[in-house]
T-cell receptor, first 114, second 109 residues
Framework: SAVISQKPSRDICQRGTSLTIQCQVD?????MFWYRQQPGQSLTLIAT?????????ESGFVIDKFPISRPNLTFSTLTVSNMSPEDSSIYLC???????????FGPGTRLTVL | GQQLNQSPQSMFIQEGEDVSMNCTSS?????WLWYKQDPGEGPVLLIA?????ELTSNGRLTAQFGITRKDSFLNISASIPSDVGIYFC?????????FGKGTRLHILP
């Protein structure tokens, strides 16, 4: 398994601003993922972030709105840009752990946009 | 897109009862995963299944990877109050995971 931390744990933001969420892992991992979980809903994959390459975004998510950095094998950031109330959600990072790449999740960042 | 059908959507049971939930898909997966999510937390991996037909236990939890590779079930025996939460199935193919909509487990006092 892996121990994953996220910062901030929660935030309340104004419309039109941006928030950067950090994800830190206690070991080196190749694959990191960012998910969104809207209230009472399941998890939806935003993008896959592999070190040394551009993030791969899922349908409905674009880099201009959700830029991702992956500077090394233990860290990643997700920025939620130009926020609107519809971006209010829990944002979760996860890592795939070899050899089967099961995913382990961080505690999430609860974002409220006013 | 691909979807997993998870049922039931919610369950209300008495403490001590056994629980069963399942997940089906129209697609084949290489791995089936079961997670539990408590309020304000990220999902925690309970059981991972890697082979069709595999039956795996983790304490009071038992899960099986369906022989067709399109379904899985999770059983919880002798439920206790800390079992309350949302259980998600997830099918994994290569590096991507698709989640079910979750089963919300309530335990009546």
């Amino acid at each position: 398994s892996a121990v994953i931390s996220q910062k901030p744990s929660r935030d309340i933001c104004q419309r039109g601003t941006s928030l950067t969420i950090q994800c830190q892992v206690d070991s080196q991992v190749t694959m990191m993922f960012w998910y969104r979980q809207q209230p009472g809903q399941s998890l939806t994959l935003i993008a896959t972030a592999n070190q040394g390459s551009e993030a791969t975004y899922e349908s409905g998510f674009v880099i201009d709105k959700f830029p991702i950095s992956r500077p090394n094998l233990t860290f990643s950031t997700l920025t939620v840009s130009n926020m609107s109330p519809e971006d209010s959600s829990i944002y979760l990072c996860s890592v795939g752990v070899a050899p089967y790449n099961e995913q382990f999740f961080g505690p999430g960042t609860r974002l409220t946009v006013l | 897109g691909q979807q997993l059908n998870q049922s039931p959507q919610s369950m209300f049971i008495q403490e001590g009862e056994d629980v069963s939930m399942n997940c089906t898909s129209s697609s084949i997966f290489n791995t089936w995963l079961w997670y539990k999510q408590d309020p304000g937390e990220g999902p925690v991996l309970l059981i991972a299944l890697y082979k069709a037909g595999e039956l795996t236990s983790n304490g009071r939890l038992t899960a099986q990877f369906g022989i067709t590779r399109k379904d899985s079930f999770l059983n919880i025996s002798a439920s206790i109050p800390s079992d309350v939460g949302i259980y998600f199935c997830a099918g994994q193919r290569h590096d991507k995971i698709i989640f079910g909509k979750g089963t919300r487990l309530h335990i009546l006092p």
